[in-house]
C-alpha cells in the first residue's frame, strides 16, 4: 500500500498500494514548532530541538500498559471460536490565537487493533482508558449505573462524585462494527493531561455488549470524526478543545508503532505535529464529506501491477477505531487470489490471518467505499487537520 506525491512515492508494503489525490494546501499561518519542517541541516536541528523543548514544558509523556488482547481473553474463557462463528464483526456499522496547548499523548496497542490513552472527568478527576477513534464522534465512558457484564471490570463514573457534573437525562444509541451501546447523556470537565475542557457533553453507557467489550482494556471511547457524524447531535470533545482554545493549532495527529508492546503502541499529539515520528514530505488529502475522515483514492495495485479498480474514484475512511483494511467487496476476490489467501469465516489455529475484510456499504456518492485501519495506519503518520478538512500522510519513523 502507499501514496504518491509528485513522483516521490510513499510505500506500506508489496502486497498493495494506493494514491490519493496530493495537494499543496491553503495558506495557512505556520505551525508551532512541532510542526515546522526545516530546508536546511542546522535549521532541522533547531527545529528538532525546539520540539524537544516545547514536549518538554507543561507536557507529560505517559507511557500505557497493554494486557491481553480481546483475542486472547476470550479464547482462555472459551468463548471466542463460538463468537466469530455466531457474531459477525462489520466494521461499517458505525457508518450508516496560539493559545492552547500541544500535547503528546501516548496510546497503547489493545488486540493490535486498537489504541486507547488515559483521560479523565470530573472534579475531582475519575480516570478511564478511552479508545481514540477517528472514524466516529461520540463520547462515553462506563457509568455506575450499568449493569451490563461489559461494565463490571471496567471504571465506571460516579456523578455523584463530582462536583462540575450536570445530569441531561436523554439517552441514545451509538453502534459500532461489534454492537450497540446505550448511553444517557451529561456533561463535566474533561482533561487529558493539560487539555481541560469544561462542560463536555458525553455519555454514561447504561448497556454495552458483553462480548468483546466485557474483555476491552479500555473502558470508554472517544470519536474524533466531524460533529455531523455524532448520534443525537451530541457535541464532539474535538469542537470542545477548539472552541476553548485548548490547541496550539487545530490539527490531531497519530502515530503507531510497528511493534507495538504493553508499555507502548504510538502516540496521539493534539495540537500540533511531531517532526520526530515521521520522516519525508507529507501528502495531502481533501476530505471529500465531513462525516468520516473521508478522501479519495485514485490508485489500486497488487504487487507492481495497477488494477485500475479505482480508475472511475473510489472513497476511503481513515479509521483508528478499525483495526483492519477493508476493500469493497467486487475487488475482495481477485486480492486474495493475488495474494495467494482464501476466503473463511474465521481464522483458525495453524493459519495466517490477512488483516483484510470486505465493505459491502458504497459511499453516499455510490464510489466504492474503503476503510484505511490500523493495518494501513501503521506505515504512516496521521495528520488530521479539521481547520481545511483534509488529512496528511507521511512515512513513519
Not at 527545529?47 to 505517559?62: D, M, P, S, T
Not at 480481546?70 to 463460538?82: H, Q, T
Not at 488529502?285 to 485500475?308: D, M
Request: include cysteine.
Amino acid at each position: 500500500m502507499g501514496m504518491e506525491k509528485g513522483g516521490q512515492q510513499i510505500r506500506a508494503g508489496a502486497a498493495s498500494r494506493y494514491k490519493t489525490r496530493s495537494l499543496p494546501g491553503p495558506a495557512r499561518p505556520p505551525l508551532s514548532p512541532l510542526g515546522v519542517c526545516g530546508q536546511l541541516s542546522t535549521m532541522k536541528r533547531l527545529v528538532l530541538a525546539l520540539a524537544c523543548l516545547q514536549l518538554a514544558e507543561g507536557v507529560l509523556r505517559i507511557n500505557l500498559k497493554k494486557g491481553e488482547s480481546i483475542r486472547e481473553k476470550m479464547r482462555a474463557a472459551g468463548v471466542l471460536d463460538d463468537y466469530l462463528k455466531k457474531i459477525k464483526y462489520d466494521p461499517v456499522k458505525k457508518y450508516s490565537s496560539k493559545k492552547g496547548y500541544v500535547v503528546n499523548q501516548p496510546i497503547t496497542n489493545h488486540l493490535d487493533s486498537s489504541y486507547f490513552g488515559e483521560i479523565s472527568i470530573g472534579t475531582p478527576p475519575q480516570k478511564f482508558l478511552v479508545l481514540f477513534d477517528t472514524g466516529s464522534s461520540n463520547f462515553w465512558v462506563p457509568s455506575i449505573d450499568c449493569k451490563s457484564p461489559a461494565c463490571f471490570n471496567h471504571a465506571k463514573f460516579k456523578p455523584s462524585e463530582s462536583d462540575t457534573f450536570t445530569p441531561n437525562g436523554r439517552s441514545l444509541t451509538v453502534t459500532y462494527g461489534s454492537g450497540s451501546v446505550t448511553v444517557v447523556l451529561g456533561s463535566d470537565t474533561l482533561r487529558i493531561q493539560n487539555i481541560t475542557v469544561t462542560n463536555q457533553d458525553f455519555g454514561l453507557s447504561e448497556e454495552e455488549p458483553t462480548q468483546p467489550f466485557y474483555f476491552a482494556d479500555f473502558d470508554g471511547i472517544l470519536g474524533m470524526a466531524f460533529p455531523s457524524l455524532a448520534v443525537g447531535g451530541m457535541p464532539t470533545t474535538v469542537q470542545g478543545m477548539l472552541q476553548q482554545d485548548q490547541l496550539a493549532e487545530p490539527i490531531f495527529s497519530f502515530y503507531f508503532s510497528r511493534q507495538p508492546t504493553y508499555q507502548y503502541g504510538g502516540e496521539l499529539v493534539l495540537g500540533g505535529i511531531d517532526p520526530r515520528l515521521f520522516h519525508g514530505a507529507i501528502t495531502w488529502a481533501p476530505v471529500t464529506q465531513e462525516l468520516y475522515w473521508q478522501v479519495t483514492v485514485e490508485e489500486f495495485a497488487v504487487g507492481q501491477s495497477v488494477t485500475g479498480c479505482c480508475s472511475q474514484g473510489c472513497q476511503a475512511i481513515v479509521d483508528t477505531g478499525t483495526f483492519l483494511l477493508t476493500v469493497p467487496q467486487e475487488y475482495i476476490e481477485s486480492i486474495l487470489q493475488a495474494l495467494g489467501a482464501q476466503e473463511t469465516s474465521y481464522g483458525t489455529n495453524g493459519y495466517c490471518t490477512l488483516g483484510i475484510e470486505v465493505t459491502y456499504l458504497p459511499s453516499q456518492d455510490t464510489q466504492p467505499l474503503w476503510i484505511l485501519g490500523d493495518v494501513f495506519l501503521k506505515e504512516y503518520y496521521t495528520i488530521f487537520d479539521t481547520a481545511y478538512s483534509r488529512v496528511g500522510f507521511a512515512c513513519s519513523a
